[in-house]
């Protein structure tokens, strides 16, 4: 006979974990995991959204000076060579700055203008704090050279 239906000094049923406000829940995913779970879950720009980014950049003519510019390209690909971000097999990225010019003049077509509203916009929703750093150092270097040569945009 079940205990809840014992008549007499019997001790009533228990309720079930669901309904017993104080019950321990134990759950199955420790929140170790986190690492493993993709940013975009959480708001943030996906890997391959990041990726296209930063390859968007690296594949931009930079008007600074050969430093700044050899700056921006190494440190592009060290993000991009991070495991969070994957990178597709492809043609590699030192053949398109050979025909594009490398560090030398910027684009004309507002190009640049396009890129540095993007990169704005991403700014705030990229997960890696490392990269968001280093990506406002570079939207800082774009915005100057803008205004450098008087397309200052919406800035």
């Given at each position: 006979?079940?205990?809840?239906?014992q008549r007499g000094g019997a001790r009533p049923a228990?309720?079930?974990?669901?309904?017993?406000?104080?019950?321990?829940v134990v759950c199955s995913s420790p929140p170790c995991?986190?690492?493993?779970?993709?940013?975009?879950?959480?708001?943030?720009?996906?890997?391959?959204?990041?990726?296209?980014?930063?390859?968007?950049?690296?594949?931009?003519?930079?008007?600074?000076?050969?430093?700044?510019?050899?700056?921006?390209?190494?440190?592009?690909?060290?993000?991009?060579?991070?495991?969070?971000?994957?990178?597709?097999?492809?043609?590699?990225?030192?053949?398109?700055?050979?025909?594009?010019?490398?560090?030398?003049?910027?684009?004309?077509?507002?190009?640049?203008?396009?890129?540095?509203?993007?990169?704005?916009?991403?700014?705030?929703?990229?997960?890696?704090?490392?990269?968001?750093?280093?990506?406002?150092?570079?939207?800082?270097?774009?915005?100057?050279?803008?205004?450098?040569?008087?397309?200052?945009?919406?800035?």
């Amino acid at each position: 006979m079940n205990e809840g239906t014992q008549r007499g000094g019997a001790r009533p049923a228990i309720a079930p974990p669901e309904e017993d406000p104080n019950a321990v829940v134990v759950c199955s995913s420790p929140p170790c995991f986190m690492h493993e779970l993709d940013p975009s879950y959480l708001g943030y720009l996906g890997r391959d959204e990041v990726r296209e980014l930063l390859e968007a950049l690296l594949a931009m003519r930079w008007s600074g000076t050969v430093v700044e510019a050899a700056w921006v390209r190494a440190m592009l690909r060290r993000h991009l060579a991070h495991p969070g971000v994957t990178r597709p097999p492809g043609p590699s990225h030192v053949q398109g700055e050979a025909t594009t010019g490398g560090a030398h003049a910027g684009s004309a077509d507002g190009g640049e203008d396009c890129l540095r509203l993007r990169l704005r916009a991403a700014l705030p929703r990229l997960a890696d704090g490392a990269l968001q750093r280093d990506l406002a150092e570079v939207l800082r270097m774009l915005e100057r050279d803008l205004r450098r040569h008087g397309r200052t945009g919406d800035s």
